[in-house]
């Protein structure tokens, strides 16, 4: 104990005595009777004492001994009324500065401690952040430079420094004076209480202590080390008890930091207190053994197993977690310190329970430890970063549990940052969903919207794993507040980019077909290539035949779907007021229904005229497009440039996949370009049991009627941006990943053109072996403007009838008993045909009614009957050089009858002219259900360029069973006429309601 006087007391000597005596009559039990007490008189020069100094000074070492008193002067410069500039801060070199407080990456300096850190933290009130901005000063922000010079060891909040009275030769005395305290006192006053101590010991406790000692333990039965029994006792050991001497031995010397003598010391001593069952005795001095051995050099023994048993005994016999925390920390500081990491994330880890949840004080300590076993796991080498990140979510529980919002934030980002793009789906979503919770608390609005976007943002190459609903659920809901309030304060009136549905941008078609082409773009993800490319052969012949040449030379097929299995160099080509029909696959990857309301399509539009702009503003009107209704109904959306439709709502299911077909309708020449999504994202919540309402994310109530329902919608887009096809020609394009240009969605308009529409209905989608029938098809011009030099082409055999501009019957057989006349010699099926119009032109509105002869074959098989009509504009539109329009039948061919012609003689007649006797034998071979039955022969016909039939004697239908045969005889006779023409010539025998025509070649 240290005593100061000043000189210029009238009594100084009687002022040390009479400090003296009030040390003694405190009575303070844990202060040792016999301290060192050590006396300092203060000269001030200023001030003139009333004693000499050398009197006051010779009295004091009479009284106390020239070892503990010591004459401290200061002010000796300013006596004679010098004024000695002040000497520097003495303070200064015990504060920490700016650049020591700076820290590295993790926030910690180098002597800082990680529990020293999260002490600094951690807030000092605990309710006050629980509303998430109630308290003016942020705990995690940085210190200002004000906060900094503040310090009190660096300068006051009024501005004079710490010892700005002190000069240079006063704080020189001062170490001085301390330096004697340590020396000449201090140190030979524990010296000889340490030989005083050893004495007494050797003397009480010698045979007589160690006989009783070795007795008691051999017939004491307490419990083992850390072992819980009835409770901790407490002999109340006396003062100059043995044991009592021996701790007090083993303190001195570890204050002297001789560690070996304190060692042996605390280790003899904690086996008399073990023996005793004294285990708090016991535990403390575990602890110091154990801290002897840390800070010693000289023993060969691991510390680590008696702090093991102290924490234990602290825990389980002495019922002191205060005393085991205090442990822990130490010992784990002590770890730390050596390197090892594992053994002290262990120890911090194990000293946490749920117990603390109930007590706010205890639950704060808890977390602190979950947050520095963390950090041990980080330090590690190589580090465990996953038990880091999971130690750390475990810490932003008990830090929300306690309040701390920022701090639980903190711990949720850091663990965010090893979680994310690992494929840890279930424990991403946990985190990405409480980022969003806790930044949405402490209103941090950008935090929340990014947090809630990588907790909905797709991912390639992800499947996501099932997942709780509520948490998707109450997501959902936070996530749209979130947007509505970060809308409102960033950009507000727009569509903000959403992750939320999926959509497969390689999964796009986009249609020319009209309005009436919802089905054919619903088919068109299923394109089949073979057939794929027998349109671009027939569309080619067809284009050979309107340009003259039978083959056409620079030829480019009149692409009219663009999608992923076409494809897209060049741009679509599409005129005005026509209707451009797109179908975009949508996937919820959520475990929670989607709600979607007003989809449409947001266009680009660059018009011819540069002076020209355009926004595309969608106004609602009261139309309605029922042709392109695929889930839901729609409205039409319109402007001066372009018409869009609408799909009012549509609700995904969980992990639902499905397409919507949406239109565009162009008003304006120019470049079209469909950019992205547009949509409202409906978030649905709950009618609430409260008469208050729930509070949501916001903290706002959603409903004060506990029955209703609330919607919240956001305003959101999708950007669609499909790639190309994946080159593969140079080294490059193997080497890396290029991709060809894409250009479904980049839309030419141009001037009006002509749009044909075919009905085929007519079409046979039965026919027999052999059968020849005919059908009329419709084909209407539905464009603007007029078309010409329409060509037919179909893929299976297919002959050109009459064309007309009207409807019509066409003649299936004659009326009479004979028929002759003059038919084209070449009557095989060409692949295209030109189709003279009667006009020479189509014009906008009408319709050419095309009768065509279709051949069944000579197989029973099934096919699918493709015909093309390509045609070309009136005038000359640039880029435009043909048009096309096809549709697919589904015809089944059946088996039949057979027919075999045979030659028996030629022979002359009486007039001088040869006569040709055959026969044709049919034979019905149809046996099964649905094969032809019963087989009439109504007429028999002979195409040749030489021979006309004869008139038979036959005036009744002959009739074939199902598999029978019949002969039937016929004579012919050669003509007179011009060599070169063919001639159709044919005999009846009676007449049918609905006659079938089969053909056979006459050998």
């Not at 590295?104 to 952040?129: F, K, N």
């Not at 009012?648 to 469909?674: A, M, N, Q």
Request: with cysteine.
């Amino acid at each position: 104990c240290i005593f100061f006087v000043t000189a210029q007391e009238n009594d100084p000597v009687g002022q040390f005595q009479t400090l003296a005596g009030k040390l003694g009559e405190a009575n303070i039990n844990w202060v040792d009777s016999d301290i060192m007490s050590y006396h300092v008189l203060i000269n001030d020069f200023t001030r003139k004492a009333k004693t000499p100094i050398e009197d006051l000074m010779q009295g004091l070492t009479t009284l106390y001994g020239p070892a503990t008193c010591h004459l401290l002067t200061l002010n000796e410069r300013k006596k004679g009324g010098e004024n000695e500039p002040p000497g520097p801060n003495p303070w200064r070199q015990f504060a920490k500065d700016k650049s020591q407080r700076g820290g590295d990456e993790d926030g910690r300096s180098a002597d800082v401690t990680l529990l020293q850190m999260a002490m600094d933290d951690v807030s000092d009130d605990v309710s006050g952040s629980e509303g998430g901005g109630g308290g003016s000063s942020d705990p995690l922000g940085a210190k200002t430079e004000e906060e900094d010079e503040e310090n009190p060891l660096l300068g006051e909040a009024s501005g004079k420094p710490c010892g700005e009275s002190l000069t240079i030769a006063d704080q020189s005395a001062i170490r001085v004076c301390i330096n004697d305290f340590v020396v000449r006192g201090l140190l030979p006053f524990n010296e000889r209480r340490m030989r005083a101590l050893n004495e007494a010991l050797n003397t009480r406790r010698g045979l007589r202590g160690t006989l009783f000692s070795a007795t008691k333990k051999l017939f004491s039965a307490g419990p083992k080390p850390g072992v819980a029994g009835k409770g901790p006792t407490n002999p109340g050991y006396l003062t100059d008890s043995p044991e009592i001497l021996l701790r007090r031995l083993g303190d001195l010397s570890f204050l002297l930091q001789h560690y070996t003598m304190a060692y042996n010391s605390y280790h003899q001593v904690k086996r008399d207190f073990q023996n005793d069952q004294a285990y708090n005795h016991y535990a403390a001095a575990l602890e110091m053994t154990s801290l002897s051995l840390y800070m010693g050099t000289g023993i060969r023994r691991e510390p680590h197993p008696y702090y093991d048993e102290c924490i234990n005994v602290y825990l389980n016999l002495c019922k002191s977690p205060l005393y085991a925390m205090r442990a822990t920390l130490v010992h784990c500081e002590c770890l730390i310190s050596r390197g090892y990491f594992l053994s002290a994330a262990s120890w911090f880890i194990k000293m946490t329970n749920d117990e603390a949840d109930l007590n706010s004080g205890l639950l704060l300590e808890q977390v602190l430890l979950l947050e520095q076993g963390a950090h041990c796991y980080v330090r590690m080498d190589p580090p465990s970063l996953r038990k880091y990140a999971f130690h750390l979510v475990l810490a932003g529980h008990r830090y929300s549990k306690a309040g701390q919002r920022k701090h639980a934030l903190r711990c949720y980002n850091n663990a965010w940052d090893i979680f994310k793009g690992k494929g840890w789906t279930l424990a991403g979503n946990h985190i990405g969903f409480t980022i969003g919770r806790h930044s949405y608390n402490v209103r941090d609005i950008e935090g929340a919207y990014n947090a809630y976007q990588s907790l909905l943002t797709r991912e390639e190459n992800t499947v996501h794993v099932q997942c709780s609903q509520i948490l998707f659920q109450k997501g959902i809901q936070d996530f749209v507040s979130v947007v509505q309030i970060y809308l409102q304060n960033e950009a507000p009136g727009t569509a903000v980019e959403l992750p939320i549905p999926i959509v497969d941008d390689n999964g796009i078609c986009v249609s020319l077909f009209g309005e009436k082409s919802a089905e054919v773009v619903k088919q068109t993800p299923n394109f089949d290539k073979e057939k794929g490319q027998r349109v671009v052969e027939l569309e080619e012949a067809a284009h050979g035949i309107i340009a003259g040449t039978g083959q056409s030379v620079f030829f480019k097929p009149h692409q009219r779907v663009f999608g992923g299995h076409t494809l897209n160099k060049f741009q679509p080509t599409c005129a005005l007021n026509e209707t451009v029909t797109v179908l975009i696959p949508l996937r919820n990857p959520l475990q929670i229904p989607l709600t979607l309301a007003n989809i449409s399509l947001c266009c680009l539009h660059s018009p011819r005229d540069p002076n020209q702009t355009f926004k595309h503003l969608k106004t609602p009107s009261t139309g309605s497009s029922p042709d392109l209704s695929y889930r839901g109904s729609q409205k039409t959306a319109t402007h001066d440039q372009v018409v869009t439709s609408e799909l009012e709502r549509l609700v995904l299911g969980p992990e639902e996949e499905t397409s919507i077909v949406l239109s565009v309708t162009p008003l304006v020449e120019g470049s079209l370009t469909i950019a992205s999504l547009v949509y409202h994202l409906v978030s649905t919540k709950a009618p609430s049991s409260s008469s208050g309402g729930e509070k949501g994310a916001g903290g706002e109530g959603v409903a004060k009627d506990p029955g209703a329902v609330t919607e919240s919608v956001i305003r959101g887009r999708i950007k669609l941006s499909p790639q190309g096809p994946r080159l593969n020609i140079t080294k490059d394009h193997r080497v890396g990943e290029v991709y060809g240009v894409e250009n479904r969605l980049n839309l030419m308009v141009t001037s009006p053109l002509p749009r044909m529409e075919l009905n085929t209905a007519s079409l046979p989608t039965h026919l027999y072996c052999g059968e020849v029938k005919c059908a009329v098809i419709q084909a209407t011009n539905t464009g603007a403007t007029s078309l010409t030099n329409l060509c037919l082409a179909t893929s299976h055999p297919c002959s050109l009838g009459e064309v007309r501009l009207s409807p019509f019957q066409p003649v299936v057989h004659p009326t009479g008993g004979e028929y002759c006349h003059v038919i084209d010699p070449t009557y095989h099926c060409p692949t295209a045909t030109k189709v003279e119009l009667p006009t020479g032109q189509l014009d906008p509105g009408q319709t050419a009614y095309i009768a065509v002869w279709l051949y069944g074959g000579e197989k029973a098989q099934t096919y699918d009957l493709l015909t093309m009509l390509c045609y070309t504009p009136l005038s000359n539109i640039p880029g435009v050089t043909h048009r096309t329009v096809s549709t697919v039948t589904r015809v089944s061919v059946s088996v039949s009858v057979t027919v075999e012609s045979r030659v028996c003689d030629v022979t002359p007649s009486s007039e001088n002219r040869l006569h040709l006797l055959g026969s044709v034998v049919v034979n019905n071979v149809g046996l099964f259900s649905g094969s032809l039955q019963d087989t009439h022969i109504t007429q028999l016909g002979l195409v040749s360029d030489r021979w006309i039939l004869q008139k038979l004697d036959c005036t009744i239908p002959l009739m074939v069973y199902p598999g029978a045969s019949i002969s039937i005889p016929f004579t012919a006779e050669l003509s007179d006429h011009k060599p070169g023409a063919a001639y159709f010539s044919s005999v009846r025998f009676g007449i049918l309601e609905r006659p079938l025509t089969f053909s056979s070649t006459l050998a």
